[in-house]
């Protein structure tokens, strides 16, 4: 995979009363990520290769850029959001954050953690107490968790995860049932891509979201339109699956 790496600098700046550390990529870092770990990724079932964790990566660097903005617009915010982040460490969370999949799909996140934990390279640019970080990050990630995050670095990358765009869910969620259910005919798999998104994205279901600046929490109330009307969202499951059958 061929890509430009930005040399990094350190940078100071005051959004009003908040001080913000702010260290740019490091290029070794990044050379790591890009040519080592989002490359896994390859090996994982359709809806977790390479383009997903490239997407959570922008998605999460995306959501930290926006944050002195939303910062600047507040009469109060709470401590929490004016948490200094590194953005070498939410970088390597985001991409990451996935890897357990090589184990399988059920305790993933729980495995990604370990794999972060015993790479041994990342010792060269973060401390233990570092890494613990970006490996609780990847653990508390997954949508279905019944926490939250510990950490604003799991907050950001849970967020960025969940990526709320409707036709990319749905695609995703047919794919899923490609791989894991292919005894199923057509019917049964919009069956059950209807059933998992009423759970997972329809009104009261277990998604939950974290950032308050993010632009998720519009995009999945459209969403939840749709699939509250049973027509609707029979129509896009059936036009999505017959474009990937």
């Not at 809806?47 to 617009?73: F, P």
């Not at 510990?150 to 969940?162: F, L, N, P």
Request: glycine letters at 6%; a negative charge.
């Amino acid at each position: 995979m061929e890509r430009l790496y930005k040399f990094g600098v350190k940078l100071i700046f005051r959004t009003e009363n908040l001080l913000i550390l702010r260290i740019m990529i490091n290029p070794e870092i990044e050379k790591y990520i890009y040519e080592e770990i989002v490359p896994q990724y390859k090996n994982f079932d359709d809806a977790h290769k390479e383009d997903h964790a490239l997407t959570v990566i922008s998605q999460a660097m995306q959501l930290l850029k926006g944050r002195d903005k939303w910062v600047a617009s507040q009469e109060y915010v709470d401590p929490v959001w004016l948490t200094p982040v590194d953005e070498n460490m939410l970088l390597t969370a985001a991409a990451c954050h996935d890897l357990g999949l090589v184990n399988g799909r059920d305790n993933h996140h729980m495995d990604s953690g370990k794999i972060i934990r015993n790479d041994h390279i990342l010792t060269q640019w973060f401390t233990s107490g570092q890494i613990e970080i970006i490996a609780q990050a990847a653990e508390d990630h997954r949508a279905s968790g019944k926490g939250a995050p510990r950490s604003i670095y799991g907050m950001i990358v849970a967020e960025a995860d969940r990526v709320i765009d409707g036709e990319n869910i749905i695609r995703r969620t047919v794919l899923f049932g490609f791989k894991h259910y292919p005894d199923f005919d057509r019917r049964g798999h919009i069956a059950r891509a209807i059933e998992h998104l009423h759970e997972k994205y329809g009104r009261g279901g277990y998604l939950k979201l974290w950032i308050p600046w993010s632009e998720n929490a519009a995009r999945l109330n459209v969403l939840q339109d749709i699939i509250a009307d049973s027509e609707a969202i029979l129509c896009e499951v059936e036009r999505i699956y017959d474009s990937l059958a």
